[in-house]
């Protein structure tokens, strides 16, 4: 089975890395990715027969006149049966989905589920044209892409023959796929999405006259994160946390036992 080790960069590499200490940071939260666990559930169902792939995969034409809508969602999780290649995908969803979350999206759960949304978007527009059943690989592709561009200073080892920087991981993904005799249309369509939202995100709002384009909607916000607590608030008196334990020492002097 494939085997990919993180490796720790050097100190002068970390210096300019700030993604490395909100990673260790947040080893202790995190629920992983959700989509991995809807994608064991499709192969299980499809195992057990109670479900086939031909209920999953993405139809346009099934999905606009038979209001088949559950396509939208069910073509990003389907990976095919038991079997190397869908270990090999749940390995790297799982692994990436959860270090994005709990790494430059630490406490930004809202904008975690935003790049879901808008990656499954772009993905289901490109599947229009590009006559693709099943969007899972994509996707899982495009997590890697953005974890890389986010981490450029960790260096990768593939199979224990090859050393890379992380930014790479991507491309020698695809070109394993290629040995394998699978198409990389799949895994360029990825690549191509996790681009244009590290750009938008990330690379164009800190350029001259740039600006953030991707906004997060505010129910998003409201559904999944905390909210602000407001800086004009005054709390009344008897709710400052200094005044509880006097107010107890005189109840107890009042009323001793």
Known sequence: MLHIIDMNSTASERKGNPEDGRQQQGLAEGSG??????????????????????????????????????????????????????FFNMIFLYRYCRMLEEGSFRGRTADFVFMFLFGGFLMTLFGLFASLFFLGQAFTIMLVYVWSRRNPYIRMNFFG?????????????????????????????????????????????????GKKLLLT?????????????????????????????????????????
């Open 33 to 86: 990715c959700p989509a991995a666990g809807g994608s064991c559930s499709a192969c299980l169902s499809q195992q057990l027969e109670f479900i086939t792939p031909f209920q999953l995969y993405f139809n346009p034409d099934l999905i606009f006149r038979k209001f088949q809508i559950w396509r939208l969602i069910t073509n990003f999780l389907f990976f095919g049966p038991l079997g190397f290649s869908f």
């Open 217 to 257: 909607p505010g129910f998003l916000k409201m559904v999944f994160d905390t909210p602000e607590e407001d800086p004009n608030y005054n709390p009344l008196p008897e709710d400052h946390p200094e005044n509880q334990p006097r107010d107890q020492d005189q109840n107890q002097q009042q009323h001793p036992q």
């Open 161 to 209: 023959l090859l050393n890379f920087q992380a930014p790479f991981l991507p491309w020698v993904l695809m070109g394993f796929s290629l040995l394998l005799g699978n198409s990389i249309i799949i895994d360029l369509l990825g690549i191509a999405v996790g681009h244009i939202y590290y750009f938008l995100e990330d690379v164009f709002p800190n350029q001259p006259g």
